[in-house]
């Protein structure tokens, strides 16, 4: 339990059946419950998203495997709210668990939905987004314009910034060993077509070499078209997703690190 509580984000552990047999204080505050109110109850009490067959199915299909979701969490006063679970398969006592971590990612969802059904309001959202945006030049894929951010992110003014090629603000490779230059373009040629793209991404800042979540599409704003081009840091997420990995072999190599009791 003290490797469990260890964590910030909300960790818990779900049985074959969807039980959850541990859990951290954080998942509790985040639904509302007690610990024990939490460990009488089944996924299907808080997952808002699926229903009891999707969420059976899931846990046998990562007996061994790890994923990323996002699900509708619920909390104990009805309330739903938008949630970010990795989820890994281990091993116990020679028996299947699922171990999860959930983010609260409602602020993020919320701005997504109103950054496209708005763009009267688009310039404000554009300024006071959490997430670093650029704007890109359809034609030479050149930044025309950024948001402070962005700026902070990459530790450069909107003046610095503009006129830049993606590339030149990225390593020479990205993690997967492919160029910069020549996958940029893949994304760039898919999001003219009209396509939405998610995709992970490495930038150089002043400071340091950062992973990023990346979102491009094509916008229309004022009659011209654009491509927008939302990022997120998530350097620390991969390293939360590392901890998940460790965790989870450090729990499938010592059984008694954590008790599982009926």
Not at 78 to 94: L, P
């Amino acid at each position: 339990l003290e490797l469990l509580q260890s964590i910030k984000d909300a960790v818990y552990i779900l049985d074959r059946n969807g039980n959850v047999v541990q859990t951290n204080d954080t998942f509790c505050r985040m639904l509302g419950y007690s610990t024990i109110e939490l460990l009488q109850l089944n996924a299907r009490d808080y997952n808002a998203s699926w229903d009891e067959n999707k969420i059976l199915s899931t846990i046998d299909k990562l007996s061994d495997e790890a994923e990323t979701f996002e699900l509708l969490h619920r909390r104990k006063d009805g309330t739903t709210f938008d949630a970010e679970v990795s989820a890994k398969g281990i091993r116990i006592n020679g028996e299947n668990y699922l171990l999860c971590i959930s983010r609260d990612i409602s602020e993020r969802k919320k701005y997504q939905t109103l950054i496209r059904e708005s763009e009267k309001k688009f310039r404000a959202l554009f300024e006071n987004a959490y997430d670093p945006i650029l704007l890109l030049d359809i034609k030479s894929f050149r930044i025309l314009d950024c948001n402070p951010a962005a700026e902070k992110l990459f530790g450069k003014t909107k003046t610095q910034l503009t006129h830049s090629l993606i590339e030149e603000l990225s390593p020479e490779l990205q993690q997967n060993n492919e160029k910069s230059e020549e996958l940029i373009n893949f994304y760039l040629n898919k999001a003219l077509k009209g396509e939405t793209t998610f995709f992970d991404w490495c930038f150089n800042t002043t400071e340091k070499k950062i992973l990023t979540e990346a979102n491009l599409y094509k916008i229309d704003i004022n009659g011209n078209s654009l491509l927008q081009l939302i990022i997120r840091d998530i350097t620390e997420k991969r390293k939360s997703e590392e901890q998940l990995k460790l965790l989870s072999l450090s729990i499938n190599q010592s059984s008694s690190a954590i008790m599982i009791t009926d």
